[in-house]
């Protein structure tokens, strides 16, 4: 929470810079910058021009915030129609936040709701500055539940109430973030793009809804992998994941959370992995021809056994 007493409009007022005058060289002077669309009309001829710098500015800002994300801040969501978009957690709003020089204003004191079976949530409110476009967003709310994954295994009530807390005020900041950089949902062909040149994937994002169930996030077996016992992350110890054969790339078992340890990936040769742990057929039993006319004999005698007088064999 900013501790600056000056009010928000103050807080993004225009800049100045040292002009130098007749009255000397280090007198300052405000720089007008045209907003609305009538200051922009009113220059004219250079009007594009502003406008065009400031797409520039807004794009290069947004493509070096994005590259100074890693993998491990998205996870992938893809809809009923394919579409697949990469959602940015708290954690990487605080790796961009400084690029669009945004500012969390207004926030609340934490307040506790507890539930008739003894869980509880905390919401926040808070506000923000983007000091770059100078845009203002009104207070948002955000919280976070004891019940949640990431305080499960937490067992003393005064620590999960902490990080409950501290996760109710990443969440609000991570809203305030999201939504003045304009990165609610980004496209994982903009992804691709700013990470181009780095040894950041997509791929090596966390999947979410619609990519199978969490089982299958993690490891499980999906349709169509095979049937065999896959081999195990020596790292991590989960269930390496089955990925199929892709142009003259072969099929291979990988570590479905490798990003947690990148600089030792973990891959096992399919083909291998399925021709040595594919059960082997049991050789068929062959009898003497005689000793199989008995057996068909001893079974055409009880079918006689059995039929009712007038009934054809």
């Not at 304009?182 to 793009?193: D, F, K």
């Not at 996030?217 to 169509?224: D, L, P």
């Not at 049937?227 to 054969?245: D, M």
Request: glycine share 8%; hydrophobic share 35%.
């Amino acid at each position: 929470m900013t501790s600056d007493p000056r009010p928000v409009a103050e807080r993004i007022a225009a800049p100045t810079i040292d002009i130098p005058t007749d009255d000397g060289p280090h007198d300052l002077a405000p720089i007008v910058i045209p907003h609305t669309l009538d200051e922009l009309a009113a220059r004219k001829r250079d009007a594009m021009t502003i406008v065009e710098a400031r797409i520039d500015v807004l794009k290069r800002v947004r493509v070096w915030a994005l590259r100074s994300t890693w993998p491990q801040d998205f996870v992938l969501f893809r809809s009923d129609d394919g579409l697949v978009i990469a959602y940015l957690e708290d954690a990487g709003c605080d790796r961009i936040r400084p690029y669009f020089g945004i500012e969390i204003v207004g926030v609340t004191e934490p307040a506790k709701t507890t539930m008739a079976d003894g869980s509880y949530y905390y919401t926040i409110r808070a506000g923000g500055i983007c000091k770059l476009t100078g845009e203002i967003l009104e207070p948002v709310e955000g919280g976070r539940a004891s019940t949640d994954d990431f305080v499960k295994h937490v067992t003393d009530p005064l620590q999960k109430d902490l990080n409950v807390r501290k996760a109710a005020r990443a969440s609000v900041d991570g809203i305030v973030v999201r939504t003045l950089a304009g990165v609610q949902s980004i496209a994982i062909e903009e992804l691709r793009e700013a990470w181009q040149g780095t040894t950041k994937q997509v791929d090596q994002c966390r999947k979410g809804r619609g990519f199978g169930t969490k089982s299958e996030r993690f490891g499980g077996a999906r349709e169509g992998d095979p049937t065999v016992t896959p081999p195990e992350c020596p790292v991590c110890k989960v269930a390496l994941r089955y990925i199929p054969a892709k142009d003259n790339r072969p099929a291979f078992y990988g570590c479905p959370t490798y990003t947690k340890h990148p600089n030792r990936k973990v891959t096992v040769d399919a083909a291998k992995w399925i021709a040595d742990h594919t059960p082997k057929p049991a050789p068929e039993a062959t009898a003497p021809d005689g000793a199989a006319n008995a057996d068909l004999d001893k079974e055409i005698d009880a079918a006689d056994r059995g039929r009712e007088p007038g009934q054809e064999g």
